[in-house]
């Protein structure tokens, strides 16, 4: 019997559709399952659950449920991350407190201020994870769901000896709005999808059937204005930058710096509701959830009939890697020369094959230059990130914080300083790699009216402006004069 442990079980909603993917596939019906989760209620309410479906479905599955995440480990098959360090208590900081200093995020769970510190609260879990399973079941393939995906798994890429990959479904339900814009099926849309997470790109969209290439139909359905409200952001920037993305107009925004930077570009690209765009959608979602359903199991109220299985990528994996029977999808690794404008050792998105013998993700080459700038702006914080939380150096995630685009367009260094060191504050008691560790001050300088500056020697470039100066105040009616002169001689 294959053991599938799931870590971060309370997960309402990822462990659910997860294992109820698992039990709906003939190849994955004997396995056991392995819920951990740190919270006993949470747990004892999913493993409940799943023990009614796997018994009114007549299942051969095993339900087992722990506290101890070493436990659910040992000996495991394969490994699913769903956890959120902090809860909700931390996600409502990410968000209020850079609000404040005018960073309006609508996700707050990917990049900027909110994703940053989401991955340091992250990180140090995961690299204890993956320590633990090179002890207690080192051939496990870990399946990462816990955000910041691309921050997350850039430092899983640097945990030698665990096969990781990172999986999110960007690409599935884009396609699903790529097929309705062309009227294509989308089981018979052929593409080509590669960037990074949550900022991939369809580099080729064609029709199966024909070869015929579907952009040019899109692209022009997409100006017309029943098409373009749904996703005003991605569409901008496809219509500047020439190709469509991966993710929504709300998680979108806040990757890149003109569309939530000011009120006039909040107005006019991200005044959908929710997802579409509103501020603090994805944590007001969760807060109205958990508000809803403090006192209710609602797992009670859930079917237990299996049905077909979700767009997650997760049992497709898993069920090739046990019948041998290859599987394409996409997926967050590390590169290893995928991407070759790209760094090396960054987490990208590409094409992956799967089958008994683990992942083949494929090499896609150069992106178009304009899609790697724009990546490139996104993997700088998630590197800074990153090495902020394996150093504790609180220096590095203001750095991080500083580099990104949405950030730097609204604030200026010492606000975002201030910003860095309140959430620092704030969320302490989840971040045990900074203890100890404070964010230096760097305090305004005041310039008092009539300071006399330092004398500085002359460079080049303030030569060049002295001349300037000089040519600018040069009398010339002399020289004038002469030459009308001149010319009358």
Known sequence: MAKIAMIGAGSLVFCKTLAMDILATEALRDSEICLMNPSRPKLDRMAAFLRRVVKENRLPARITATQDRREALAGADDVILMFQIGGLDAFRIDYEIPLKYGVDQC??????????????????VLMDITREMGELCPDALLLNY??????????????????????????QTTLDLISGYVGVPKDEIEHLTAGINHMAWFLSLKDKRDGRDLYPLFKANCEKPAYYVNEKVRIEV????????????????????????????????????????????????????????????????????????????????????????????????????????LPEGACVEVPVYVDRQGLHPLRVGALPPQCAALNLSNVVVQSLGAQASFEGNPEL??????????TSSVCTLREIREMTAEMFEAERQWLPQFKGRKLRAVP??????????????????????????????????????????????
């Open 107 to 124: 996700i707050a769970d990917s990049l900027g201020p909110g994703g940053v510190f989401r991955g340091l609260r992250s990180i140090p």
């Open 238 to 341: 496809m219509r500047h930058f020439g190709y469509f993305m991966t993710e929504s107009t709300g998680h979108l925004s806040e990757y890149i710096p003109w569309f939530r930077s000011s009120r006039r570009g909040l107005e006019l690209y991200c005044d959908e509701p929710g997802f579409g765009g509103a501020s603090g959608a994805y944590y007001q979602y969760c807060r109205m959830l958990a508000d809803k359903y403090r006192d209710v199991d609602y797992l009670e109220l859930e079917s237990s009939r299996l049905a077909a299985r979700s767009v997650e990528y997760c049992s497709y994996i898993l069920e090739s890697r046990k019948t041998g029977r290859p599987f394409r999808l996409q997926g967050n690794v590390r590169n290893d020369g995928y991407i070759t404008n």
């Open 397 to 406: 995630a203001m750095q991080a914080i500083a580099m990104d685009p949405l």
């Open 444 to 489: 305004l300088i005041k310039v008092p009216k009539g300071t006399k500056p330092a004398p500085v020697p002359l460079d080049p470039a303030l030569a060049i402006a002295n001349r300037f100066g000089i040519l600018a105040s040069q009398k010339v009616e002399k020289a004038k004069a002469a030459k009308r002169k001149t010319r009358r001689a």
């Open 146 to 171: 816990v955000n910041p995906m691309g921050m997350n798994c850039y430092a899983l890429g640097h945990a030698r000896g665990i096969q990781t990959i990172g999986l999110c479904h960007g690409v």
